[in-house]
């Protein structure tokens, strides 16, 4: 049949063609290189130029305590000696949130902020002057600069026009002649430290210039336990952070009215199916059709036939209730039944099991035998729905 479906010319022209853009297709996934994938700036685990995928690694590796937090403000963590590096958040942090970046701040804890252009947060303010806009045309110009206090010596980086306007509390940690690019501002036991130059934990910058060693100094300035990078401000929620948003209350109720509504649905739903199963298959023979079944046996005398019947019924409750397989061997069948069968009717029960053999030799077999035989298995039967 395939062989004259090829023999036209119009059918083999349509494989020739479907074969070719089999072929296309696989040249296309295996040769065009695939696209990268987009990466939002700054994050810890981008290994885009603009990401922070290397300091995050490197610092994870020399500090085991270093981890990423996605959670809002307001489930900040709750002792005190931890550190939170907020990296150019996409979305600035609003004065509203300030309350809680101080209480935390207050308690011992410590802030590395490095932005270029979230003023007004915990009363930063920028003082971008005209000098620097001069001297700094693009961002990422080598510059020499200063350090103070622990950072103190003279450093070669990558600056850009973003200055700070530093309060007479403020420690000065870096600047140039244009303004101050780092400083340390104290909230009780705790303090702030904000940089201008972000750009400097990226995987294009991390190394080149003196940024390492200063970012470094920074943090081995900061007695701290534990370091988190906070990617809440890029996006980055997890559920808990999700849920975090809303009242505990508002949660509980949510879930409740969910439960009450699945409950409601679960009520009214209908079945697909047959609603009633026919009788027959439920109900057992009634009282007169087996008189009249035993009746039948009895007068035509098929007593090997019932007690095969029997047999077969025995089989059925060891299987139910004793897991075995209705082919199963006697051995098998004697072991179960010397841990299941009642110590007082086991002998019994063995001996009559054993003695079933005797009735396939048997010839043809009286009313009395049968009789007996029918009270064996009513017993060997009770023992088993028994156990």
């Known amino acids: 049949m395939l062989t004259l479906w090829f023999k036209q010319p119009k059918h083999r022209f349509l494989s020739a063609i479907g074969l070719l853009l089999f072929l296309l297709g696989i040249a296309c996934f295996a040769f065009i290189p695939a696209r990268a994938t987009p990466y939002p700036a700054y994050l810890t685990d981008s290994p885009a130029p603009t990401g922070a995928k290397a300091f995050y690694t490197y610092l994870h590796s020399a500090h085991p305590h270093t981890g990423v937090w996605r959670k809002p403000v307001q489930a900040l963590p709750g002792h005190a000696g931890q550190l939170m590096i907020i990296l150019e958040p996409a979305t600035p942090p609003i004065e509203d949130e300030a309350q809680y970046w101080r209480a935390w701040l207050e308690q011992g804890n410590h802030l590395l902020l490095l932005t270029e252009k979230a003023s007004g947060f915990l009363d930063i303010s920028f003082a971008i ?94 007695p701290v336990e534990t370091i988190w990078f906070n990617e809440y401000f890029h996006g980055q929620l997890s559920l808990l952070a999700l849920l975090g948003l809303y009242p505990k209350w508002y949660i509980i109720a949510l879930i409740q009215g969910a439960l009450c509504l699945l409950i409601i649905i679960w009520s009214r739903m209908r079945r697909f199916g047959p609603l009633r199963l026919p009788r027959v298959w439920t ?40 897991n075995l397989a209705l082919k199963a061997d006697d051995p098998e069948i004697v072991e179960q039944a010397r841990r299941r069968v009642r110590a007082l009717a086991l002998s019994e029960w063995l001996s009559y099991w054993q003695a079933r053999r005797e009735l396939e030799s048997a010839g043809k077999l009286s009313a009395r035998r049968y009789l007996q035989w029918s009270q064996r298995y009513a017993f060997m039967q009770k023992e088993v729905e028994q156990r």
Not at 295 to 306: L, V
């Open 129 to 222: 002057t005209a000098e620097a806009e001069n001297a700094v045309e693009t961002a990422g110009t080598p510059m020499m600069i200063n350090g103070f206090s622990a950072l103190n010596g003279t450093y070669t980086v990558l600056a850009n026009k973003a200055r700070l306007a530093a309060r007479p509390e403020d420690q000065v940690l870096l600047q140039d002649e244009h303004g101050v690019i780092a400083l340390t501002r104290p909230y009780g036991q705790g303090d702030l430290t904000v940089l201008t130059t972000p750009q400097w934990l990226t995987n294009e910058h991390i190394l080149s210039a003196e940024h390492l060693p200063l970012l470094l100094a920074i943090l081995n300035h900061l």
């Open 283 to 322: 109900v057992r023979f009634g009282d007169e059709r087996i008189r009249a079944l035993a009746s039948w046996y009895e007068k035509s005398a098929f007593y090997r036939e019932s007690l095969r019947i029997q047999d077969q019924y025995l089989r059925q409750l060891m299987r139910e209730r004793w």
